[in-house]
């Protein structure tokens, strides 16, 4: 059996060792709003609590600004339970997250008419 040092605990051939709900203690509800595309980045500052190994992954992982959906895809966690992860490391302080950014701005109609006729050429 070999289990990485640096990653959630997962196993070669099992899989994971342990089930997903144990990693968020049973909590299914994360205490920030976080949407899959949030952004997620590190302050630095020294987390004020202690954190499991899956924790300590999704913070190594907020370098830069990376996405919930990310992180949930790299620890090989639900989104939900990943959820309820960020959201202890916003607790703590040793990350911030920010939801996406969508601009209000409508496309304007030639535009869709071209991606429309680009369309019907390529059929």
Known sequence: M?????????????????????????RTRPSTVLDLLSLVRATGAEPQALLGPEHSVAL?????????????????????VTK??????????????????FHDTPTERSLLEAVLDGLRRQL
């Open 84 to 101: 309820v992860l960020v959201s202890d490391l916003v607790d703590c302080g040793a990350v911030t997250a920010h939801p996406p950014a």
């Open 2 to 26: 070999s289990v990485p040092q640096d990653g959630p605990l997962l196993d070669d051939a099992a899989g994971r060792l342990i089930r997903p709900y144990t990693v968020s203690n049973g």
């Open 60 to 80: 190594g992982l907020c370098g830069g600004p990376t996405s919930v959906a990310e992180i949930a895809a790299h620890l090989r966690l639900p989104a939900v």
